[in-house]
C-alpha cells in the first residue's frame, strides 16, 4: 500500500513538473513572439520613416515645426517657432507640448530630423508590451495576450503614428505607448510609476492631461479608490482647462487658438461651443454624421468589434479627441493617416482587453477575432502608402533636391517649399513658401505635391524666380534655389 501512495505522489509532483515547465515553455515563447515582433516592428517602420525623408516626402508640417521647435530650444529660444504666416512665436500659442523641450539631449546626440522619425516608430512600438502584460493578466492566457499585441501592432491608427507619412513627425504620437504604460501600472497600483508616464503623456499636447485624467474615473470605480480617482481627474481636467483656456490665448499671437475657424459649426471658441451646444444640439449632429467620419470611426475602432463598449469608463479617456476629431470641420482630423488617432488609441485598445475579459468566453478565440479584425484592415498602411519611395532614391529629382538643400549655408534664414522645408527647418527664421518673410535664400520644387492650388503655388514660384531681387543659383529637374540680391552667403 505504501509503494502504491509512493507512486500516486511522485505521479503528481511529475505531472506539476510538467506543467510548471508547460507553463513556462509558453511564457518564453510569448515573450520571444512579443518582444521579437515588437523589435522587428520597429525597425521596419524606423527605417521607412528615414527613406521617406531623404527622398524628400517628409514635410515642414509638422516635422519641420518640430525640429524647429527643438532647434530653438536647444539653443536658448524656449519652442520658438516660425508660423505659416512668417511669424516668429513660442509653439504654446498653437499647440501645448513641452514633451518637445525633453528631446532636446536626444538632438544633441543626433542632430537631425530623421531623429524624430526613428524616435516615434521606437516609442510607438513598445506600446505592444503594455498591451501583452495587460491581456495576459485579465485574460489569463499567453496567447491572449501575444495575439493583442500583434493586433495592437496592426491596427491602422498605430502603425501611422509609428510613422505618420502625412506629417513626419508629432509629439502626440508618443502619447499612444505612455499612456498604455500609465494604465498598465494604474491597473499595477504603482501610482508613483503612473504618475511618471501620465505627466509625460500629458505633456504632449493640451487635451491629452484630461484623456489621461479619466483614468482617475475608472480607477475609482474598479479599484474603490475615490479619493485617488478623483485627485487623478482632478488634474488632468485643471491642467488641459489651463492649457486651452490660459496657455494658449497667452502665447497666441491673436489670443485665441489658431484653430478655432475649425469648429464655427458648434460655436468655435470654448465659450461658444458651450453656449452651442445648449442653444443648438442638432448642430454637433450634423457637424458629426458624415460618410467621411463614419468611415473615420470604422477604420479606427471596426476591428476592436466594440469590445471597448463592455468597458465604458476606460475608454472615456478617447472622448477627448474624438469629441475634438469628429467636430473640427478639418478632414485630416478624420483622416487615419495623420496624428489626430494617437489620444484615442490607447484607451481604446485597454478598453477592448477589459471588455474581452468581461465576456468570460474563451480568450484565445476572443484574441484571435480581434488580431484577425486588425489584419484585415493591415494593408491600410504608411509602409504600403510609401511604398514608391524605393524607386524615389535613385531618381535624378532626388540627387537635385538633396543638391539644392546643401547649398543653403547653415543657420540663414530661408523660405522653402513644404517638402524641402523638412530639411531645411534647424534654424531661427524657416519660412513655408510663398511666405518669404526675411529669407535670403529660396529652395523651390515645382512639383511639390502637398499644395491643394498648385496653380497659386506655380505662380508664386514664377513671381519670385523672374524678380529681379532674387538671384538664380541652381535650377535642375524643377528643383530651383534662388539667393536674395545683396545678401551675404
Known amino acids: 500500500m505504501e509503494a502504491t501512495g509512493d507512486r500516486g505522489v511522485t505521479l503528481q509532483a511529475d505531472l506539476r513538473a510538467r506543467s510548471i515547465k508547460s507553463a513556462k515553455r509558453a511564457t518564453t515563447l510569448a515573450r520571444t513572439a512579443v518582444y521579437g515582433g515588437t523589435g522587428l516592428y520597429a525597425v521596419t517602420f524606423a527605417a521607412a520613416a528615414v527613406l521617406h525623408y531623404l527622398v524628400f516626402q517628409s514635410p515642414h508640417v509638422d516635422l519641420g515645426t518640430m525640429t524647429q521647435a527643438v532647434w530653438s530650444t536647444a539653443h536658448g529660444d524656449f519652442l520658438q517657432v516660425t508660423t505659416m504666416s512668417g511669424r516668429n512665436t513660442i509653439r504654446l500659442g498653437i499647440h501645448v507640448d513641452p514633451f518637445l523641450a525633453l528631446v532636446v539631449p536626444l538632438w544633441w546626440l543626433w542632430s537631425s530630423p530623421l531623429m524624430f522619425g526613428v524616435v516615434q516608430a521606437l516609442a510607438v512600438s513598445t506600446g505592444a508590451l503594455p498591451v501583452y502584460w495587460l491581456a495576459?493578466?485579465?485574460?489569463?492566457?499567453?496567447?491572449?495576450?501575444?495575439?493583442?499585441?500583434?493586433?495592437?501592432?496592426?491596427?491602422?491608427?498605430?502603425?501611422?503614428?509609428?510613422?505618420?507619412?502625412?506629417?513626419?513627425?508629432?509629439?502626440?504620437?508618443?502619447?499612444?505607448?505612455?499612456?498604455?504604460?500609465?494604465?498598465?501600472?494604474?491597473?499595477?497600483?504603482?501610482?508613483?510609476?503612473?504618475?511618471?508616464?501620465?505627466?509625460?503623456?500629458?505633456?504632449?499636447?493640451?487635451?491629452?492631461?484630461?484623456?489621461?485624467?479619466?483614468?482617475?474615473?475608472?480607477?475609482?470605480?474598479?479599484?474603490?479608490?475615490?479619493?485617488?480617482?478623483?485627485?487623478?481627474?482632478?488634474?488632468?481636467?485643471?491642467?488641459?482647462?489651463?492649457?486651452?483656456?490660459?496657455?494658449?490665448?497667452?502665447?497666441?499671437?491673436?489670443?485665441?487658438?489658431?484653430?478655432?475657424?475649425?469648429?464655427?459649426?458648434?460655436?468655435?471658441?470654448?465659450?461658444?461651443?458651450?453656449?452651442?451646444?445648449?442653444?443648438?444640439?442638432?448642430?454637433?449632429?450634423?457637424?458629426?454624421?458624415?460618410?467621411?467620419?463614419?468611415?473615420?470611426?470604422?477604420?479606427?475602432?471596426?476591428?476592436?468589434?466594440?469590445?471597448?463598449?463592455?468597458?465604458?469608463?476606460?475608454?472615456?479617456?478617447?472622448?477627448?479627441?474624438?469629441?475634438?476629431?469628429?467636430?473640427?470641420?478639418?478632414?485630416?482630423?478624420?483622416?487615419?493617416?495623420?496624428?489626430?488617432?494617437?489620444?484615442?488609441?490607447?484607451?481604446?485598445?485597454?478598453?477592448?482587453?477589459?471588455?474581452?475579459?468581461?465576456?468570460?468566453?474563451?480568450?484565445?478565440?476572443?484574441?484571435?477575432?480581434?488580431?484577425?479584425?486588425?489584419?484585415?484592415?493591415?494593408?491600410?498602411?504608411?509602409?504600403?502608402?510609401?511604398?514608391?519611395?524605393?524607386?524615389?532614391?535613385?531618381?535624378?529629382?532626388?540627387?537635385?533636391?538633396?543638391?539644392?538643400?546643401?547649398?543653403?549655408?547653415?543657420?540663414?534664414?530661408?523660405s522653402a517649399s513644404n517638402q524641402l522645408g523638412g530639411h531645411l527647418s534647424a534654424r531661427r527664421y524657416s519660412f513655408v513658401f510663398p511666405t518669404v518673410g526675411r529669407a535670403t535664400w529660396v529652395v523651390l520644387d515645382r512639383a511639390d505635391p502637398t499644395y491643394v492650388d498648385t496653380a497659386g503655388y506655380l505662380r508664386a514660384v514664377h513671381e519670385i524666380a523672374s524678380s529681379p531681387s532674387w538671384k538664380l543659383q541652381y535650377s535642375s529637374h524643377g528643383v530651383v534655389v534662388l539667393r536674395r540680391r545683396g545678401a551675404s552667403r
Request: hydrophobic content about 55%; glycine content about 8%.
Open 136 to 414: 495576459r493578466k485579465h485574460m489569463h492566457t499567453e496567447r491572449a495576450g501575444v495575439q493583442f499585441a500583434f493586433a495592437y501592432l496592426l491596427l491602422p491608427a498605430t502603425q501611422f503614428s509609428a510613422f505618420t507619412i502625412a506629417s513626419g513627425f508629432h509629439s502626440v504620437s508618443i502619447a499612444v505607448p505612455l499612456i498604455l504604460f500609465a494604465i498598465w501600472f494604474l491597473d499595477e497600483d504603482r501610482l508613483a510609476l503612473f504618475a511618471v508616464f501620465a505627466l509625460l503623456a500629458a505633456s504632449t499636447k493640451e487635451e491629452i492631461p484630461i484623456a489621461v485624467g479619466c483614468l482617475g474615473i475608472w480607477y475609482a470605480a474598479r479599484k474603490g479608490k475615490r479619493v485617488v480617482g478623483a485627485v487623478i481627474f482632478g488634474l488632468g481636467l485643471t491642467l488641459s482647462l489651463i492649457n486651452i483656456l490660459v496657455v494658449i490665448p497667452h502665447f497666441s499671437p491673436s489670443g485665441i487658438s489658431p484653430f478655432v475657424g475649425r469648429y464655427e459649426q458648434v460655436g468655435g471658441t470654448p465659450g461658444g461651443i458651450a453656449h452651442k451646444a445648449v442653444t443648438d444640439p442638432m448642430a454637433f449632429v450634423h457637424a458629426i454624421a458624415t460618410p467621411h467620419k463614419l468611415v473615420y470611426v470604422l477604420l479606427l475602432l471596426g476591428p476592436l468589434l466594440a469590445l471597448w463598449l463592455l468597458e465604458p469608463l476606460l475608454f472615456l479617456g478617447a472622448v477627448p479627441d474624438l469629441a475634438i476629431n469628429l467636430l473640427s470641420s478639418k478632414p485630416e482630423q478624420t483622416t487615419i493617416p495623420y496624428d489626430s488617432t494617437a489620444g484615442i488609441v490607447p484607451f481604446a485598445i485597454a478598453a477592448t482587453i477589459f471588455g474581452a475579459a468581461r465576456l468570460k468566453r474563451n480568450s484565445d478565440r476572443v484574441s484571435l477575432y480581434v488580431l484577425a479584425g486588425a489584419a484585415c484592415l493591415a494593408i491600410y498602411s504608411p509602409i504600403y502608402m510609401a511604398r514608391s519611395d524605393l524607386s524615389a532614391w535613385g531618381s535624378p529629382a532626388r540627387s537635385a533636391k538633396g543638391h539644392a538643400v546643401e547649398l543653403v549655408p547653415s543657420g540663414a534664414a530661408v
